[in-house]
């Protein structure tokens, strides 16, 4: 007999993981801890997730597939890198202002050593930096002797450490505006050139 999945569970379950997560890091958040704030068994939890690293991965993987897919998007539709950072960092920065605990979920797991990020995620980011540096090339926007992980570093460290800063509340926490947009896309732009 096929097992009936309550997804209001499920879903307080990823909620709970994302905030635990985001309260305590990943390494120090447990499955009786996630368990107890989802208001489940511990047993519930592994009947659906064979570990906390399963759920906290198929959490991870359901959120960046929705990014890739946005960002595979804007590379193939934007005529120019500077189109592709405007409406990259509109986009990430509308999420962070959406959803800040999900986003700082997503950005405590890429920088967590101890969370490990699937082989087949590091490729597509790759490849993803490959594209923006041929696109800059052709378009004259990113100069030919930079790499890819020269565009890693700047069209997502960059934009990250303003999402972790906000995100923190290290300057105060202030919404993310299109002034901010403007500011770091100009950032990136100029650093490649």
Not at 37 to 45: C, D, P, Q, R, W
Not at 79 to 100: C, D, H, V, W
Not at 118 to 128: C, F, G, S, V, Y
């Amino acid at each position: 007999m096929a097992r009936i999945t309550d997804t209001s569970r499920i879903e307080n379950l990823e909620d709970a993981a994302i905030e635990l997560v985001v309260e305590k890091g990943y390494s120090s958040s447990s499955v009786s801890d996630i368990a107890r704030n989802a208001g489940i068994s511990a047993g519930y939890l592994y009947s659906h997730y064979k570990s906390k690293e399963d759920l906290v991965l198929s959490i991870y993987e359901k959120n960046i597939n929705i990014f890739d897919e946005y960002i595979d998007y804007i590379i193939a539709s934007s005529s120019t890198i500077n189109e592709f950072a405007r409406q990259f960092l509109s986009y990430m920065f509308g999420k962070a202002n959406e959803f800040p605990h999900l986003v700082r979920f997503l950005l405590l797991l890429v920088f967590d050593r101890t969370f490990d990020i699937p082989a087949m995620r590091l490729d597509k980011t790759r490849e993803q930096c490959r594209k923006i540096l041929k696109k800059g090339i052709e378009t004259g926007e990113i100069a030919a002797h930079y790499s890819p992980e020269d565009v890693y570093i700047v069209y997502f460290s960059i934009p990250f450490t303003l999402l972790e800063n906000r995100l923190e509340n290290i300057s105060g926490y202030r919404e993310i505006t299109e002034a901010d947009v403007d500011r770091v896309s100009g950032m990136c732009i100029k650093a490649l050139q």
